[in-house]
């Protein structure tokens, strides 16, 4: 049986803390039917605040490596969960706008010659790389 904490995550056992913003309100927080609170972004980063917060500071050698490791992966996760829905409707817009369906119809068609090499096939892998780093490591992007 499992005990609910007051300041942690419904349902989770004491020690697990809720994440440190509040993400209850950001609407790709609400849990798709049939499940309930918490979301998976708000699991997630319930456990990325617990391996930053409480596991980093009290681990050294390869384990303090491994748990930074962690940390960012799910911190990608978090923002795919947060980014990734609308990316891909932009994405799907973009490619269709070039006249493919998807990546690798659109790789195949630059190698083909069938794509024009101007500013929209540019403009398209601009964003699609911007949109890969806004997820993987958004201390690389510039400003636009």
Not at 10 to 24: F, L
Not at 46 to 75: I, S
Not at 89 to 102: N, Q, S, T
């Amino acid at each position: 049986m499992s005990r609910s904490a007051p300041h942690g995550v419904p349902g989770a056992p004491h020690d697990v803390p809720r994440a440190p913003h509040d993400v209850a309100s950001a609407p790709h927080d609400v849990p798709s039917a049939p499940h309930d609170v918490p979301s998976a972004a708000q699991l997630v980063a319930a456990v990325r605040d617990f391996l930053q917060t409480d596991v980093l500071p009290a681990v050294e050698g390869r384990a303090r490596y491994h748990t930074r490791v962690a940390v960012n992966v799910l911190g990608m996760v978090e923002r795919e969960i947060r980014l990734g829905p609308e990316q891909a409707e932009r994405h799907a817009a973009r490619l269709a706008e070039l006249g493919v369906a998807d990546d690798a119809e659109l790789a195949a068609a630059i190698r083909q010659g069938r794509v024009t090499d101007d500013a929209a096939l540019l403009t398209a892998l601009e964003q699609a790389v911007r949109a890969k780093l806004e997820v993987s490591n958004p201390a690389y992007l510039t400003p636009d």
